[in-house]
């Protein structure tokens, strides 16, 4: 019985040599994103569009995940095929995924993306298995630009690969890559960190917090005692794109009691953009609202946010802007091919405040 369980032993210890580990606190690595290192060997991943790349020989790629509770989604995407990512469904606990093989002799690169938000939880990235032989290699050169997004569900990209007559609030469905707001940093060429929270507020959210409480937080788990490093990572262009849940809360639902009147929605939203000015004086902000019915006609929302930007320019910041993205009539979250449309003309107002 000794010599047969040392024999067993010996098979599994060939099967983990079969392939060449990358660990997760490797040099060639690059994240984006704001991810906690505060273990650098279990790197925590949990705001939408966190991502990790990387160039690599050999036949092969297998991912490592940690997933907090089996709900969240990653797209990743092998020598630039953007069209068509492998999914992972993450298993709650520690599990690896096979997501590339018999590649071609020769270099590859991987770029590994979170569909999914806060909401469903943070993963712990554990590293890669590369084929036998394989290796990294020097990453992706950084890119220059660097843009932030402060949002809801919208800029986060929730139901946006739900049918159109269908339901939107399915993790499955949500792809923070298909959203607005990364493929506006896409066309700009441009790193992208998006902190946004689907149901978040300003004056109020479908839970007890809301942006003022979450915009400084390093994990997006919920409400929390962690803290973002904003000294670490300083944006070119801020978009905050809220005021949705607002709306609904305070209009529809009527959860504010008594409910705040125009002058202090107003105070409101031009006190967390000032948050945001403070942090980043030479950003170029972008106050954004919509695509849904925030924007439709009648609305006094989008007003709320123009008349907030005006006081601000009046008092000599001139270094910020608004745009509303239109209103279609569709009733639920935006689809991609209406994300597609809003990030056509943020990307529009972005190059022509940057001249990028």
């Not at 297998?62 to 990743?76: I, P, S, T, W």
């Not at 239109?326 to 022509?352: C, I, S």
Request: net charge neutral.
């Amino acid at each position: 019985m000794k010599f047969r369980a040392g024999l067993v032993a010996l098979l599994l210890a060939g099967q983990a040599l079969a392939g060449v580990a990358v660990q997760p606190d490797d040099a060639q690595l690059r994240y984006t994103g704001r991810i906690d290192f505060s273990d650098r060997a279990r790197p925590m991943l949990s705001w939408p569009g966190t991502s990790i790349e990387g160039n690599f020989t050999g036949a092969s790629l297998a991912v490592k995940l940690d997933d907090q509770r089996g709900q969240n989604f990653f797209n990743v995407f092998i020598d630039g095929d953007l069209a068509r990512p492998v999914v992972i469904e993450a298993a709650q606990g520690s599990k690896t995924y096979a997501v590339a093989s018999d590649l071609r002799p020769g270099a590859h690169r991987f770029l590994i993306t979170k569909r999914t938000e806060g909401e469903e939880g943070g993963t712990v990235f554990q590293g890669l298995e590369l084929a036998d032989g394989g290796k990294l290699l020097p990453p992706p050169a950084p890119k220059r630009r660097r843009i932030e997004f402060f949002g809801d569900s919208i800029t986060t990209g929730m139901g946006n690969e739900s049918p159109d007559d269908g339901p939107d609030h399915l993790a499955k469905d949500k792809n923070n890559f298909m959203s607005y707001s990364s493929i506006t940093a896409r066309a700009l060429d441009a790193e992208a960190h998006i902190i946004s929270q689907s149901g978040i507020g300003v004056m109020i959210s479908w839970f007890p917090f809301t942006m003022p409480d979450f915009y400084d937080q390093l994990s997006a788990v919920g409400d929390n005692d962690t803290h973002w490093d904003f000294s670490s990572w300083t944006p070119d262009v801020v978009v905050i794109n809220l005021f949705q849940n607002d709306r609904w809360l305070i209009d529809r639902e009527q959860r504010l009691s008594p409910p705040p009147d125009d002058a202090q929605r107003v105070q409101a939203y031009r006190a967390f953009v000032r948050k945001i000015r403070a942090l980043y004086p030479q950003a170029y902000i972008v106050c954004a609202l919509g695509s849904m019915d925030a924007v439709q006609e009648g609305s006094k929302w989008p007003g709320y946010v123009r008349a907030a930007v005006d006081q601000i320019r009046q008092g000599g910041d001139r270094r910020i802007d608004t745009i509303v993205f239109p209103w279609t009539g569709f009733g639920g979250h935006p689809r991609v091919k209406q994300h597609q449309a809003n990030a056509a003309q943020l990307t529009a107002l972005v190059r022509k405040k940057m001249g990028w």
